[in-house]
C-alpha cells in the first residue's frame, strides 16, 4: 500500500479512537472504514457509489449447466434497464448510481441505458477449446478498465453481472487458478438439481482439459466469459484509480482473482461484501484474503450483495464525519 | 402465530416467489420479509422505524466492572441528546427516529428529547441484594409497553442502551434465567482487563447468592437494571402492537428473554441484528431460537448493531414493494 494509504488509514483509526465511544467497539465498521481511508488515499467525508452489471452469453449453457435457459441473459438485461430487478431496488435503496454494460450477449440488447462494450455474441462453449481469443479477453480488461476512469469523483465500485452459465465460468477458472479438482469448486448455482450439477462438473473437467494454459490471461481466455473479462478489468481500472471494488458474489470474486493474477496490486482495492454458498466461493475468498460482511445465503448475483453491504460503508464514513470526539462532548475517556 | 400472520407470511412468500430471480435466490433477505408480514399480520408495503435507547445506573458499578466510570452514563444520555454519539449518526443513516428514555440515570438528565420514565437513582448493587423492587420493575415493564402504544403507524422498533454496569446485569440475569456459571456468561464488555472481568464474574456470582428467585420478575427484580426493565417492556408493548422488536446486542436480548418468560407470545416479535463477541449473548440467541443479521464485532450498544441492520429490512420491503415479477417483464420463469 503506498505511503498516502498508509498515512490515511493511520488518520482515521485515530479520528475513531478519538469518538465518543470505547476503542474499536464498532469492530468491523471501523476496520472498513480504515480500509476504504487506505484505498482512496484520504480519510472519506463522503461516499459516492457507482454499481455496473455486466452480462454476457456462455456457449458452455449449452452442457444444460444451468436451470434456465440462454434467452433469460438478454431478458434480465432489457429488466435492469426497465429498472424492475433486484439490483434496481436495491442500488437505489443504496443510493448508488447503476451502469449496465452488455459485454457480450449472445443478441445485443438495444435499451437505454445498456452500455455496448461488446467483445462478442456469447463466448464458445470452453469444453471443446477456448471461450475467446486473447485480443478478445485484452479488448475486456481494457474496456473494463476504461470504464472506471470515467467514473469521476466515484469512491466504490460495486461489481455486478448476469450470464446464463456464468457459474460454470467461474468454477472452471476457480479451479484452473486454484489448481483444485471440479468437485471442490461446482455449486448449485441458481438451483441445479443433482443430474444438472453432475453435468456442471463433468463441463469444467472437460474445459480445464481443453484450455491447458494457467496463466491469467490464458485462464481468462479459456474458461471466462465477456463479462467476466471486463469485471476483471472493472477491478484494474478501481486499482489504478484509488477506488474501492466492492466484490459481489462467486463470479465476481472470480473476475478479481483473475485481476490480482494480472496485477497483484489490485488486490489492494478489494472489499468482500458477503459469502455465496457456491462452495467454490470460500476458496476464493481465502487465495484473496477477504473476510465478507454479510453472510444471508444470497445467491442471484447482478450485484445485489454488494449494493445490500453498501450502507454498511457509509454509515463508517458517517461516524467518521458526523460523531462528536470526546473533547467535542466532554464525556470521560477511559482511554481504552 | 395468530391467522393474520400466518397468511401474510404466505402472502408475503409467494409475493417473493413471483418477481423475476429464482425463487429463494435473495436469502435470508427474503425471511426476513416474509418474518415482517407475519408479525405485522399484513404484507409490508414501507418500513417506519424507531429506535428506544433506554438509559440507567447500576449500583453493581462500584464493584469496578467496568473500564468506564459511572458518570460516563449521564455524560452519554447528554451526547445521545445533542446528536453527538453512534447512535444519532446510524439512526439517520438509516431514517430511523430516535427516542432517548431516562429510566433512572443516577443523576436525572434534563435534555430536551430526553423522556423521563425514572424507576429511581440507579439500581442497588445485585450483590448485597435485589437491584430494585418488584413494583419499581413492574413499572419499569408498564411504561416500556406504554411507550409502544404512543408510536403511532410504527413498523418495527430498535432497542438500545446506555448504563455503565449493565453487562454485569445482563450477564446476571442470562445465568439465571438460562442456569449457567457466571462464567459462561460474563465477558470483557466494552473493554475491561483480566482483573476487571474476575471481579465481574465474582459480583455475578455474589448476585445470584443474594438474590435466588428465579422467576421472571424476580429475576428481573433482583438483577435487573432500570433500562432492562423499560426494554423488556418495550418488547412486551411490541408483542401487543404486532410491531417488530429488533434487538441490539447482548443487554437487549437479556431484556427480551425476560419478556418471553413474562409472556411467550413476546418471542414470536424478535429479530436479532447483530451477534455480539459478548459469550453470553450466543446463549440467549440459541435460547430464544434466533439467528442474527449481522456478525460484526460490535460491542458498543446504544442500539447501534440494531440501526445498521435496519437498511436490510428496508430492503426486503423494497423488493416486495417494488420489484417487477416475470408476467411484468415477459422473463422466462424456470419455476424454481
New interface residues.
Partial sequence: MSVEGAGAAEEARRAYDA?????G?????EDLGVRLAEIRGVVPRSLEATVVVAAGDHGVAVEGVS???Q??TA??V??FA?G???I???A???GARLVLVDAGVAVPVVAEGVRSLRLGAGTSSFTRGPAMTETQARRGLEAGAALVDELDGVDVVALGEMGIGNTTSASAIAAALLDVAPEAVCGRG??LDDAGLARKVDAVRRGLEANPARDALGVLAGLGGFEIAVLAGVVLGCARNRVAALLDGFITTAAALVATRLEPAAGDVLIASHRS?EPGHALLLDALGLEP????????GEG?GAA?AL??L??AV??LE???TFA?????D?G?
Fill in positions: 469518538k465518543t465511544k470505547p476503542r467497539s464498532l469492530g468491523r465498521l436451470a434456465y435457459p434467452e433469460v431478458q434480465m432489457a429488466n426497465a424492475g430487478a433486484a434496481n431496488v436495491l437505489r435503496q443504496a441458481t438451483g454458498p460482511l454479510l453472510d444471508l445465503g444470497l445467491r442471484l445485489s445490500l450502507p454498511l457509509r454509515s458517517a461516524i458526523e460523531m462528536a467535542d462532548a466532554g464525556v470521560t477511559a481504552r
